[in-house]
């Protein structure tokens, strides 16, 4: 059974990135900068790289017509609904990637996963996890950081709309 769950999941990591692939050719990611097609590369790992984990991803790259940002990814990990942030890096350099996820940035990440809290039928516990991807000369694959509850948010039941 355990290859056959490992069989599928390569195969559904095959049939992502051919779909990656085909829409690469009809969006003209050339016209793309590196950096832009360095973080798609990084959330693509990252989302298999969670699912190994056990996260089961419910949503990729949400965005709410209300707020400004972008959740990357939205997923379960066992009963709790985690906001992912995806910092991608080809260096270690005096700035984890992590730090990117500023105050500013956090502030933005919490009403847009309040407007994904809304349509939800139950209410649940949440939390925003930080994942830094390294993608370091001389390494075969990415070197993934994985930063649970990385921020807290005091949510207000009549904002988010209960």
């Known amino acids: 059974m355990f290859a056959g769950c490992m069989f599928a999941g390569h195969l559904t990591r095959a049939m992502l990135r051919g779909l990656d692939w085909l829409a690469g050719l009809t969006l003209a990611s050339e016209d793309m900068p590196e950096h832009q097609r360095t973080g798609r590369r990084g959330e ?10 056990g996260y089961t991803i419910i949503a990729r790259n949400y965005r709410s017509p209300n707020h400004r940002g972008e959740l990357d990814l939205v997923g379960w990990d066992h ?39 809304r349509q939800m039928p139950i209410v649940c516990q949440s939390r925003f996890d930080v994942l ?19 921020f807290s948010v005091a949510y207000n039941r009549k904002l988010v709309g209960f």
């Open 132 to 150: 830094a991807v390294y993608y370091e000369r001389g390494h075969s694959g990415p070197a993934f950081e994985l930063f649970q509850n990385a």
């Open 44 to 53: 693509e790992d990252a989302y298999f790289y969670l699912r190994r984990r």
């Open 79 to 117: 009963d709790v609904l985690c906001f992912i942030e995806v910092k991608t890096r080809t260096k270690r350099d005096l700035k984890p990637a992590e730090t990117a996820v500023d105050h500013d940035k956090q502030r933005d990440l919490s009403l847009v996963s309040r407007d994904f809290l």
